[in-house]
């Protein structure tokens, strides 16, 4: 029939719901703040890495940039991730969300729009940073060219799966406190199981108790499905890069994209499955 409605589909959906939040975010107050609290933590680091060189005498890795990527990296997963988490509960708490299903917008839409804005804003903040690090030179004149800035392509694949994470946690739950609460909770504990691997590691067996032996031996045997399921695993891979002076690779990249759609599928399936419950 002539003049009938066609309901847009699912990536026009996703398209739509996307370019909206994204507008709000880029205009708010918060997107600029955290920029500037990621230059900051550049130029903080930058003046330790310059009196470093007045006092002592320190050997300069092939990447002088790791640390300050691995502490950028974490700090940007953790705040995007709780805005997930909290965006995503917002949404139930304030019945906006039965507003969206009830129309042409299913879970997955929903779920795909809220993590594009993030991944844009990311991609944004990092995008920033990096201009930060060309033009004011933090670590000192020519200390930074294009080889330093060429390790940033990565960075923002480590962010991922602790931001999918966050969603996971929003979409099962009610209210905004209870979003935040348990994400960071949950990724607490997942963070302490990585610094406890990390700590035993580093020991030699004459230095350990049985208890630390059999809870090392356990945390080895974890590993590879704490590799496959755990975030803070793929958030302390810059930091491992550090402690090794080895540059990250596109396969660990990749290990992190697969697990950050793994996590979007389950935060599509937790929310469709409580809001079936209901």
């Not at 903040?125 to 940033?152: D, K, M, T």
Request: proline share 5%; net charge neutral; glycine share 8%.
């Amino acid at each position: 029939m002539r003049g009938a409605l066609t309901p847009p589909g699912p990536l026009s959906t996703t398209a739509l719901l996307a370019w909206r939040e994204l507008r709000f975010r880029l205009a708010s107050v918060w997107f600029w703040a955290v920029s500037s609290a990621t230059c900051l933590m550049a130029w903080l680091y930058g003046v330790g890495f310059l009196c470093s060189f007045r006092t002592e005498s320190v050997i300069v890795t092939t990447d002088p940039l790791l640390a300050l990527n691995a502490a950028v990296v974490i700090f940007l997963g953790l705040v995007l991730g709780l805005r997930l988490a909290a965006a995503m509960a917002w949404e139930r708490e304030h019945r906006t969300l039965e507003v969206l299903l009830t129309g042409p917008v299913g879970w997955g839409a929903i779920i795909a729009a809220k993590f594009v804005v993030e991944l844009a804003v990311l991609l944004l903040l990092v995008l920033i940073y990096a201009v930060y690090l060309a033009i004011a030179q933090p670590l000192g004149a020519g200390v930074i060219g294009p080889e330093e800035l060429r390790g940033l392509a990565l960075i923002p694949a480590f962010a991922l799966p602790v931001m999918a994470l966050g969603l996971a946690v929003g979409a099962g739950s009610g209210t905004v406190r209870a979003a935040v609460v348990g994400f960071l909770i949950l990724v607490g504990l997942l963070a302490l199981v990585e610094i406890a691997r990390g700590i035993l590691s580093s020991q030699t067996v004459d230095q350990m108790s049985l208890a630390s032996l059999y809870l090392r031996h356990a945390l080895d045997i974890a590993a590879p499905v704490l590799g496959l399921a755990s975030p803070a695993t793929q958030l302390a891979l810059p930091v491992q890069s550090l402690a090794l002076q080895v540059p990250l690779d596109l396969a660990q990249a990749g290990a992190s994209l697969a697990q950050a759609a793994v996590l979007l599928l389950l935060a599509a399936g937790i929310g469709h499955l409580r809001g079936a419950l209901r």
